[in-house]
């Protein structure tokens, strides 16, 4: 055993032969959603800066922040990010309880977060253009 | 290398180096971060974008101004500690060290730009009711 060669060992997961399928997607969308939230962080203090400068700043900031057409396709797309996030790291949370972790249940959370953080983006979002 | 014994090869290798510890102390901050990002979605996203005198008086609410300031020392650090792992998967030796000075500043710069922005905030509302007096 211990003059076994260890340096030529195959290497897992094969990405490219692995049929996709929902705990891989949602799994690699958590840490997509993670980094992209870093953009989240630079935009929300971004606004709050702008609101700590004054009725003025605040006016000019926010045509850049929310005024055109990209800004609600990025902060829509952050908040939905946010959500995902957070549903994702809560399935973490239960799977840490060894619940849940046969491939039916499993399945199952996964396009619950999926589909759960669209809906919850999509009410979120109802409310921003509200107000 | 022949002469080293599995015992020993395998000695230090194991979650020894920082692994469970890392895994504990993210789980631990995301059960933070699960509430606090239900009261930011619930609470204060849905004021970005709105008028300055609304955002004034939501930000400045008692209640609102804790689940932001408790939102933005949370995030920063919770921030920090999952982008350590996205370096030690993805950049080589040498240059993570690198990324998490920068990593680590960075996050605290934010921190302290979300907390300076609250304070100040609440400075405007303190003047402008005295002003009113």
Redesign the interface.
């Known amino acids: 055993m211990a003059d076994v060669n260890q340096g030529n060992r195959p290497l897992s997961p094969h990405l490219q032969i692995y049929r996709t399928h929902i705990l891989m997607v949602s799994s690699i969308l958590i840490r997509i959603t993670g980094n992209g939230l870093t953009v989240g962080i630079v935009l929300v203090l971004w606004w709050l800066l702008a609101a700590a400068a004054g009725p003025e700043a605040y006016a000019a900031n926010m045509e850049w922040l929310t005024g055109w057409w990209l800004a609600y396709i990025v902060w829509f797309g952050l908040i939905w990010a946010l959500s995902y996030h957070m549903l994702g790291g809560i399935r973490h949370i239960i799977w840490d309880e060894a619940v849940g972790l046969d491939l039916k249940t499993a399945e199952k959370l996964g396009w619950a977060i999926v589909i759960g953080s669209g809906a919850l983006a999509v009410v979120i979002s109802i409310f921003m253009l509200i107000l | 290398m022949?002469y080293?014994?599995?015992r020993k090869?395998a000695a230090g290798k194991g979650s020894l180096a920082h692994g469970a510890d890392h895994q504990l102390q993210v789980?631990y901050s995301?059960?933070m971060?699960?509430i606090l990002?239900?009261l930011?979605?619930?609470r204060i996203?849905?004021?970005?974008?709105?008028p300055?005198e609304?955002?004034?008086a939501g930000?400045t609410s008692p209640f609102n101004t804790v689940i932001?300031g408790l939102f933005i020392v949370s995030?920063?650090y919770h921030?920090r500690f999952?982008?350590k792992k996205?370096f030690e998967d993805y950049v080589p030796k040498g240059w993570d060290f690198a990324g998490m000075i920068i990593t680590t500043a960075l996050g605290w710069f934010?921190c302290g730009?979300?907390l300076?922005?609250?304070v100040?905030?609440m400075i405007?509302k303190a003047m402008i009711i005295v002003l009113a007096l």
């Open positions: 022949h080293i014994t599995d090869r789980t995301s059960y971060m699960a990002v239900v930011f979605l619930i996203a849905p004021l970005i974008g709105a300055y609304v955002v004034l930000l932001c995030t920063t921030w999952n982008i996205v934010f730009l979300g300076y922005s609250l100040k905030l405007i």
